[in-house]
Nanobody, 124 residues
Framework: QVELVESGGGLVQAGGSLRLSCVAS????????MGWFRQAPGQEHEFVAA????????SYADSVKGRFTISRDNAKNTQYLQMNSLKPEDTAVYYC?????????????????WGQGTQVTVSS
């Protein structure tokens, strides 16, 4: 069982930036795709972005495309989510997730391990 630990959340004004990090335990990080989801109060988990095991392929939700960038460093067992031009509607708890496969998927069912989440709050 892999452990995923997110960091980097916080309070930021609209238009600002944050960088989330997720460190994975174990030695299998480079074998699987990774992703980010978010959940706002009263809402279901929403797909944000995903990256293939090699980092060559990525996928983004339309709502964040052009503003967020997902990346990974397999040598550090870490994935990142650079969030720019943040909007109040980006406010949510952001979760790191490990994919079931090496390739990119964008549904909750395609991920089998989840972090505890980190709060991102964007003020207007």
């Amino acid at each position: 069982q892999v452990e995923l630990v997110e960091s980097g959340g916080g309070l930021v004004q609209a238009g600002g930036s944050l960088r989330l990090s997720c460190v994975a335990s174990g030695r299998t990080f480079s074998m699987y795709a990774m992703g980010w989801f978010r959940q706002a109060p009263g809402q279901e988990h929403e797909f944000v972005a995903a990256i293939s095991k090699s980092g060559v392929s990525t996928s983004y939700a339309d709502s964040v495309k052009g503003r967020f960038t997902i990346s990974r460093d397999n040598a550090k067992n870490t994935q990142y989510l650079q969030m720019n031009s943040l909007k109040p509607e980006d406010t949510a708890v952001y979760y790191c997730a490990r994919g079931r496969f090496a390739y990119v998927v964008n549904s909750v069912n395609g991920f089998d391990s989840w972090g505890q989440g980190t709060q991102v709050t964007v003020s207007s």
